[in-house]
């Protein structure tokens, strides 16, 4: 992670009830130049973004005088995708599928490793052209071709849907598994409702038949590149239908 300079005005908010864990974050990302608040919850932190901006909010979900969630939606209601904002929790009560399709861009369990929370906070600077042009794509593991119809059609049937980040794609779960790389392909019969895509993707979650939420089976994916010949016209279409989840959950 490189050092950024004053004028960047690169700015965390980092909110824990715990003071030991904000020091440790604070301490983690001021090393390299950033400016980090902290507040001890989510009330507290809604009075500092009533008057100040930033661009990551790190956040625990537990705190009392307002959780990690109630700010989340508070901040998503202002603005469908900025500031970033990650969840550190210590508690499995809320999934890592639930809080992308609220609209964060990840989930950190406590403990956590500070290697890849520097990782994740480092990518939630770069915009969606400088995330998903990469020149270099890892090997992917799997490919997987989808032909659909209408957008809306498929969203109802609970087919596929798409995020800031990704897609919830109804597919076999015992195909996939969690970290797979996948060359994926999408092809919208009306291509107005929804742009050719291909791309490398990354299983983040997995969803079974028969699950607690009644919710189709299928995986929810990353993208981590875009195929040159199509990137420029995704990127106009994801810019002119902005969505508030970042992997929707169905």
Same mark, same amino acid.
């Given at each position: 992670m490189?050092?950024?300079?004053?004028n960047?005005?690169?700015k965390?908010?980092?909110?824990?009830?715990?003071?030991d864990i904000?020091?440790?974050i604070k301490d983690l =990302?001021e090393?390299?130049? =950033?400016?980090v608040?902290?507040a001890?919850?989510? $009330?507290?932190?809604q009075a500092?973004?009533?008057?100040?901006?930033?661009?990551?909010i790190?956040?625990?979900?537990r705190m009392?005088?307002?959780?990690g969630?109630?700010?989340?939606?508070?901040v998503r209601n202002r603005s469908?995708?900025?500031?970033? =904002?990650?969840f550190i929790?210590?508690?499995?009560?809320?999934?890592?599928?639930e809080v992308l399709?609220?609209?964060a861009?990840?989930?950190?369990a406590?403990? =956590?490793?500070?290697s890849?929370?520097r990782?994740?906070?480092?990518?939630?600077?770069l915009t969606q052209?400088?995330?998903?042009?990469?020149?270099?794509?890892?090997?992917?593991?799997?490919?997987?071709?989808?032909?659909?119809? $209408?957008?809306e059609k498929?969203?109802? $049937?609970?087919?596929f849907?798409y995020g800031r980040?990704?897609f919830?794609?109804k597919e076999?779960?015992?195909?996939?598994?969690?970290?797979?790389?996948?060359d994926?392909?999408?092809d919208f019969?009306?291509?107005?409702?929804?742009?050719?895509?291909k791309?490398?993707?990354?299983?983040?979650?997995?969803?079974p038949?028969g699950?607690s939420q009644?919710?189709s089976?299928g995986?929810g994916?990353e993208?981590r590149?875009?195929?040159r010949?199509v990137?420029?016209?995704?990127?106009q279409?994801?810019e002119t239908?902005?969505v508030?989840?970042y992997?929707?959950?169905?």
């Amino acid at each position: 992670m490189t050092k950024v300079t004053s004028n960047e005005k690169s700015k965390i908010l980092v909110v824990d009830d715990e003071v030991d864990i904000q020091e440790i974050i604070k301490d983690l =990302f001021e090393v390299f130049g =950033f400016d980090v608040t902290t507040a001890s919850s989510g $009330n507290e932190a809604q009075a500092i973004l009533e008057n100040d901006s930033f661009d990551v909010i790190i956040s625990d979900v537990r705190m009392p005088d307002g959780s990690g969630i109630d700010l989340l939606k508070w901040v998503r209601n202002r603005s469908l995708s900025e500031p970033k =904002f990650f969840f550190i929790t210590g508690y499995s009560d809320h999934t890592i599928p639930e809080v992308l399709d609220l609209g964060a861009e990840g989930l950190f369990a406590k403990p =956590f490793e500070a290697s890849e929370m520097r990782e994740n906070i480092k990518k939630a600077f770069l915009t969606q052209k400088e995330r998903w042009t990469n020149l270099n794509p890892p090997v992917a593991d799997k490919a997987l071709k989808k032909s659909y119809s $209408n957008l809306e059609k498929v969203k109802e $049937n609970g087919e596929f849907n798409y995020g800031r980040g990704g897609f919830f794609i109804k597919e076999d779960p015992k195909n996939f598994a969690i970290g797979d790389l996948v060359d994926v392909e999408l092809d919208f019969s009306d291509q107005g409702s929804f742009p050719h895509f291909k791309g490398l993707v990354e299983v983040i979650w997995v969803r079974p038949p028969g699950n607690s939420q009644d919710l189709s089976e299928g995986i929810g994916v990353e993208i981590r590149s875009v195929d040159r010949g199509v990137v420029k016209d995704y990127l106009q279409w994801v810019e002119t239908h902005p969505v508030k989840s970042y992997i929707p959950i169905a």
